[in-house]
């Protein structure tokens, strides 16, 4: 059976025991630190203590910079280069800091709104605005941003919202200021949100603000819960008044063709009466001429024709016979034909 004993207790006198632990790396490397002055120990746990705090510290300047954000290296409180995504080090702290910033993340503020009180005491004051035909509008404004330089946006601005809060309003009240409200409040509201955005967008760049405007929206955009009632008898007003116009635009519409038509037809008319009377009154002229003529030609024979067909012309219309008292005996019956087509 072996023997177990301990190879620390001096007691058991067992030296071989005592020289196989001598033997281990852990007796070689603690026999190495000791020393026959306690002073001296303390030293040696001090010095390697030390040297391990200081690969601590110089391995602490590893730092991972994730793929939505930017790196921003202060060496010594001051800026010193922007790091992108991926490993990145450093010299440690207090030398160099590094901030990390999120520049993928989308922000947003609001006007008008009970949000917006964070900066300012009174959103009354801040969602009613003045348009260009002296109305007031209440617009509740919502402004999504994002940080596309991590380092103009810490140092080139003491308070990133607020400054995007104040421009943002001041340029809506410009924007808003040059505008009438009938728009605004019905269907031109992306005009004035195309507008905002660009022209926020040039202000912010101004200040090397280091954000992009994503998009800009307007929530709310309507005349004052005060005047309401009053502005909605104004809408319907105008609504009346429009409905009135159209109506009488419509009978303008269909009465002036109709007049324009029954002018033409006048006109037709009478073109046509002057023109068969011109005709008539010609030809009359040139019969005349023709008779005339015929006249000069042979008076007797002409005026012995014109007498014929003056009294047949006459004669025509006669509702009698003449009859001649010689020749009675060799009359025959005759048929009035006019006398029965007028009883006809």
């Known amino acids: 059976m072996v023997k177990n004993s301990n190879p620390w207790n001096d007691e058991s006198g067992d030296n071989d025991n005592w020289n196989?632990?001598?033997?281990?790396?852990?007796?070689?490397?603690?026999?190495?630190?000791?020393?026959?002055?306690?002073?001296?120990?303390?030293?040696?746990?001090?010095?390697?203590?030390?040297?391990?705090?200081?690969?601590?510290?110089?391995?602490?300047?590893?730092y991972q910079i994730q793929p939505s954000e930017q790196g921003v290296v202060l060496r010594f409180g001051r800026y010193a280069e922007t790091t992108d995504a991926g490993l990145h080090y450093h010299w440690p702290t207090p030398?160099?800091?590094?901030?990390?910033?999120?520049?993928?993340?989308?922000?947003?503020?609001?006007?008008?709104?009970?949000?917006?009180?964070?900066f300012r005491n009174n959103a009354f004051t801040e969602s009613h605005m003045l348009t260009g035909d002296e109305n007031i509008v209440d617009i509740n404004l919502t402004v999504v941003w994002k940080i596309k330089d991590a380092k103009n946006y810490l140092f080139s601005m003491r308070s990133p919202d607020e400054t995007v809060s104040v421009a943002a309003q001041s340029v809506l009240?410009?924007?808003?200021?040059?505008?009438?409200?009938?728009?605004?409040?019905?269907?031109?509201?992306?005009?004035?949100?195309?507008?905002?955005?660009?022209?926020?967008?040039?202000?912010?760049?101004?200040?090397?603000?280091?954000?992009?405007?994503v998009r800009v929206k307007l929530q709310k955009a309507d005349p004052p819960r005060e005047v309401v009632d009053a502005f909605n008898e104004v809408q319907r007003a105008k609504a009346d008044m429009e409905?009135?116009?159209?109506e009488a635009e419509a009978y303008r519409n269909e009465v002036i063709?109709?007049?324009?038509?029954?002018?033409?037809?006048?006109?037709?008319?009478?073109?046509?009466?002057?023109?068969?009377?011109?005709?008539k009154a010609e030809g009359e002229a040139k019969r005349f001429a023709s008779v005339y003529e015929a006249y000069k030609n042979g008076k007797a024979v002409t005026i012995r024709k014109m007498y014929l067909d003056s009294i047949e012309s006459v004669l025509s219309k006669?509702?009698?016979v003449i009859i001649d008292p010689s020749q009675k005996g060799n009359l025959l019956p005759v048929l009035s034909l006019n006398k029965s087509a007028a009883k006809e």
């Open 257 to 279: 063709p109709r007049a324009k038509g029954h002018a033409v037809q006048i006109t037709q008319d009478a073109e046509a009466y002057k023109a068969a009377t011109v005709n």
């Open 173 to 213: 009240r410009e924007i808003v200021g040059q505008s009438e409200m009938q728009p605004i409040i019905t269907g031109d509201r992306g005009k004035v949100e195309d507008e905002t955005k660009e022209e926020l967008q040039r202000v912010l760049d101004e200040f090397n603000a280091g954000i992009v405007i």
């Open 318 to 320: 006669a509702n009698k």
């Open 243 to 246: 409905r009135f116009k159209n």
């Open 20 to 62: 196989n632990v001598e033997q281990m790396p852990l007796k070689h490397s603690f026999k190495r630190w000791q020393t026959n002055n306690p002073k001296d120990n303390w030293f040696g746990y001090a010095k390697y203590g030390a040297m391990l705090i200081l690969v601590l510290w110089i391995c602490s300047g590893f």
């Open 95 to 118: 030398i160099e800091d590094v901030i990390k910033v999120n520049v993928t993340q989308e922000r947003s503020i609001n006007l008008g709104s009970s949000d917006s009180r964070d």
